[in-house]
């Protein structure tokens, strides 16, 4: 053997190379598909979709966060679905429904407006186009198309769940699924079938939208991987009592003899509310889940990791422990923290999933067994720049306490904008950002932002707002606020070359480009 060859050597070497693989820095943007602008009143997965997917390239971003993708519910969240599995088809594009036949050239598109999306009036017209290429689909599109479409239904094992309670939700007026005859509600075979039938060509037009919306969201999403952009998705960690999920899983949630739930999720008072938050979703029964192997969750997750690269799940603290509510409580003070399945779910997971890319939002009430619940599986967490100047320098969210695993934003979708945030301040707090930043807060939203790609954190990821430097009036979510959130859209030049190359040269600076 050569004197020179020295294999402890070539070891280390490989265990560095791997190491830096592992440990890449990425940088992104979040977007959620309805801002998107474009025709129609709402975004969707058409040529915008695609033109964002080229800003993020030419930009030299590598990830594209978006919120959860479910059918929405009351107030239009999509953290309140009437379906964890099941896609929006407020999102599917008209036009490429167009050029597969399903529709014809519109003569009467309606004017809706550009620049916020009008749930309603878009909701009226898209749906009532969707169930015309639905019916032109069944009618006249040739079997090849047909024999995929039923491929999509035979091997979608929540589909026809979803599809049949949507086509009672209509028949029924939108009223919650307690509120349908005894039979329907619980679930007695014989009504289940004899409504099946009686229901089919809703439950047709049901399913043919859930397969449109998943082949257009899988088209734009390999455009996505190909340019060597990752989806960052979000799972709500809690889901809504009216749902598919509840009324066909009734067992696996905490709710009486007649369905009603005995107890609901929120946090309890803190420094920003004196009475908690009283979300009101009825809490999974683990121990069921438990004796179940945790197969809801793992064909949760699973049918996640088909729509998305990596998953965000929102509220992580309550796998550790959640703050039960009796169901007749008014607010959330007279909770209780109950202990959630921890880390024998994860395992489960991991078990049947393999790697599990999650990233923890782990914000709020933290405490050290959440941290070590977050810490032993290595999920990165969350750290917050608009919540890092307010409490000296051990403030965990400054950047010089950050840590490699975790991902830093600017703000998220229920905060305020920067320049909103960053207006809003006390001027002594102003006072204090800008002499962490040392500059005189001319351009205090490119502050912010390069703070984030600066920041050792893994992951980096700017809400759009931001990168325009929009005011409030350009935020997504006021929580707590019953309406108008949800709604703001990307003006029609918002994916400029300027900005791209901007953005570009900052990413660089900071050692974010991809490879």
Not at 137 to 156: L, Y
Not at 238 to 262: M, Q, T
Not at 357 to 372: F, H, K, R, S, W
Not at 423 to 429: G, I, M, P, T, Y
Request: charged share 20%.
């Amino acid at each position: 053997m050569s004197a020179h060859f020295r294999p402890h050597l070539i070891v280390v070497h490989f265990y560095v190379i791997e190491v830096y693989m592992l440990r890449k820095r990425k940088s992104g943007i979040l977007l959620h598909p309805t801002s998107l602008p474009g025709p129609g009143g709402i975004g969707s997965f058409g040529e915008e979709a695609k033109r964002f997917v080229d800003f993020l390239h030419k930009s030299g971003q590598s990830l594209w966060q978006i919120l959860p993708l479910g059918p929405t519910a009351y107030g239009n969240s999509p953290y309140s679905c009437y379906s964890a599995f099941a896609g929006n088809p407020l999102l599917i594009n008209l036009e490429m429904l167009q050029d597969e036949g399903d529709l014809l050239p519109d003569e009467a598109k309606p004017e809706l407006e550009p620049e916020r999306v009008d749930y309603g009036a878009a909701e009226i017209y898209k749906m009532a186009r969707l169930k015309e290429a639905a019916a032109r689909f069944f009618m006249e599109s040739p079997q090849k198309r047909k024999e995929e479409f039923w491929h999509f239904c035979d091997t979608t094992f929540w589909l026809h769940d979803y599809a049949l309670f949507m086509a009672l939700k209509e028949q029924f007026k939108e009223v919650s699924w307690k509120e349908w005859p005894d039979a329907l509600a619980n679930r007695e075979p014989e009504a289940l079938s004899s409504w099946s039938e009686k229901l089919g060509t809703a439950i047709g037009e049901q399913k043919y939208m859930q397969w449109q919306f998943s082949r257009q969201w899988k088209q734009l999403k390999t455009y996505a991987n190909v340019l060597g952009i990752s989806i960052v998705g979000d799972l709500p960690i809690f889901v809504a009592y009216d749902s598919a999920d509840v009324w066909a899983n009734p067992h696996l949630f905490h709710l009486d003899e007649k369905g009603v739930p005995i107890v609901v999720a929120g946090v309890p008072p803190d420094y920003f509310s004196k009475t908690g938050q009283l979300w009101g979703n009825p809490l999974y029964n683990w121990d069921k889940m438990a004796q179940e192997g945790y197969g809801w969750w793992i064909a949760r997750l699973r049918n996640d990791l088909s729509l998305y690269d990596m998953v965000r799940i929102d509220h992580f603290r309550g796998f550790e422990a959640f703050w039960e509510v009796p169901m007749w409580e008014k607010t959330a003070i007279n909770g209780r923290w109950v202990k959630g399945p921890g880390e024998a779910l994860f395992h489960a997971l991991r078990n049947a999933l393999g790697n599990l890319p999650i990233i923890a939002e782990d914000l709020g009430i933290i405490t050290p067994e959440v941290e070590a619940l977050r810490d032993q599986f290595k999920f990165p967490g969350m750290k917050i720049l608009q919540f890092a100047f307010g409490s000296g320098p051990d403030n965990p969210y400054l950047p010089h306490n950050h840590v490699r695993s975790c991902v830093v934003y600017t703000g998220t979708h229920d905060n305020d904008t920067t320049v909103g945030w960053f207006s809003s301040l006390k001027a002594k707090e102003q006072k204090n950002v800008l002499a962490y930043f040392d500059r005189d807060g001319n351009d205090i939203v490119w502050q912010m932002v390069k703070c984030a790609l600066a920041s050792v954190a893994d992951y980096a990821i700017i809400p759009m707002q931001d990168l325009l430097e929009l005011p409030s009036s350009g935020r997504m979510n006021v929580p707590g606020v019953a309406g108008g959130n949800w709604s703001w859209r990307c003006p029609p030049d918002a994916f400029s070359g300027r900005l791209a190359a901007k953005l570009a040269r900052a990413t660089e600076l900071y050692g974010r480009l991809p490879d």
